[in-house]
């Protein structure tokens, strides 16, 4: 981890999991330059680490976060252009190139609030599981401006428009549920799931071959702004590339699992890998084949019927 102690972050690891909290809660997570320089080295820290696999983000006390910090990001370095700029680049690194970009798989855990520029990281990440009862809210245009840094731009690229217009223009709070309706979210769950329920998907995604997975979400982002063309030739170059530095050897791996072995089904789940982390594995494959091929069989009678 970073050699300076962290104030605002807090960073917990488990089971190839990187939890990685907002620590500010009596501000509700708001984000401060401060927090903003040790999110940016946390991250970048993380993304080498060998102990992590997933990254998970979310906020200490219940609090996603109360988006950027009015007082100490906005006000305060009104008259210091310089301290702004820092924080300004460290914000925007962190919540979008680093995020959008990210090597490893990222989760948003949200909860609490959900404000303002919170709403950069809440794009940016690849995947987001909320509670229900969340607050969300693109509240600029309550306080005089507009969503800024990239919250206009993030926002509108994953909602359909007319929902970006009518939360940007109107302010109004919104709940998991509505988050989820809008494409917002992945999932908007019950908070008593809300944990369980994001170590699901992070097992999930870890049990996949890192080096395939993340070329797939690099090449899925990627492609929407190509052409075709582009889009052949990029995806093409990108299916070679994963060749390289892939330990699993996957492609090799993952046929011979199946055609040689037979030992798994890919419409149903991935290859076992060699440092399989818990919860994958030729077990729970063939679990999973032995269950399609009951189900396989009812279908069968049923039609007999
Ligand atoms: N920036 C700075 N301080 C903030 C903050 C923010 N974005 N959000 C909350 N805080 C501070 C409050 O000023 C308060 O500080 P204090 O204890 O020193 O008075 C503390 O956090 C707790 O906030 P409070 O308003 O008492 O809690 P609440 O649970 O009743 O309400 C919010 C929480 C998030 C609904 C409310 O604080 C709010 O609307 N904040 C502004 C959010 C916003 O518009 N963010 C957009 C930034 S881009």
């Not at 040790?38 to 696999?53: A, C, F, H, I, Q």
């Not at 699901?200 to 890192?210: D, F, G, N, T």
């Not at 995806?235 to 996957?250: F, H, M, P, W, Y």
Request: aromatic share 8%; proline share 4%.
């Amino acid at each position: 981890m970073a050699a300076k102690k962290l104030e605002c972050v807090k960073v917990e690891k488990k089971n190839g999991i990187a939890w990685v909290l907002l620590n500010r809660p009596e501000k509700r997570n708001a984000m401060s330059p401060q927090l903003h320089f040790e999110m940016d080295e946390t991250l970048k820290e993380l993304e080498t680490d060998p102990e992590v696999r997933c990254v998970v983000i979310a906020g200490n006390g219940g609090y996603f976060s109360a988006g950027q910090d009015l007082k100490e990001f906005f006000r305060e370095n009104e008259k210091n252009p310089r301290g702004r700029k820092a924080a300004a680049e460290a914000a925007n690194r962190w919540r979008w190139e680093r995020l959008y970009k990210y090597d490893k798989p990222t989760i948003a855990m949200v909860e609490g609030y959900c404000v303002g520029g919170a709403f950069m990281q809440l794009c940016a990440v690849d995947f987001v599981v909320a509670a229900n009862d969340t607050v969300f809210s693109l509240s600029e245009v309550n306080w005089g401006i507009l969503p800024g840094a990239l919250v206009s731009k993030v926002v509108s690229d994953t909602i359909l428009p007319r929902h970006a217009l009518y939360y940007a223009c109107l302010g109004d709070p919104f709940d998991g549920k509505e988050a989820e309706r809008i494409g917002l979210i992945n999932f908007s769950v019950p908070k008593s799931q809300l944990v369980s329920k994001t170590v699901e998907l992070a097992q999930k995604l870890m049990a996949k071959s890192p080096a395939v997975l993340r070329a797939t979400k690099h090449a899925v982002r990627q492609v929407r702004t190509m052409d075709f063309d582009q889009s052949y030739d990029y995806l093409a170059a990108k299916g070679q590339a994963i060749k390289v530095g892939d330990t699993e050897d996957s492609y090799n791996t993952g046929l011979s699992q199946f055609l040689d072995e037979k030992s798994y089904k890919p419409t149903f789940e991935p290859f076992a890998l060699k440092d399989a982390p818990k919860k994958s594995g030729k077990k729970s494959a063939k679990k999973a084949v032995k269950k399609a091929a009951k189900k396989k069989a009812g279908k069968k009678s049923a039609r007999r019927r």
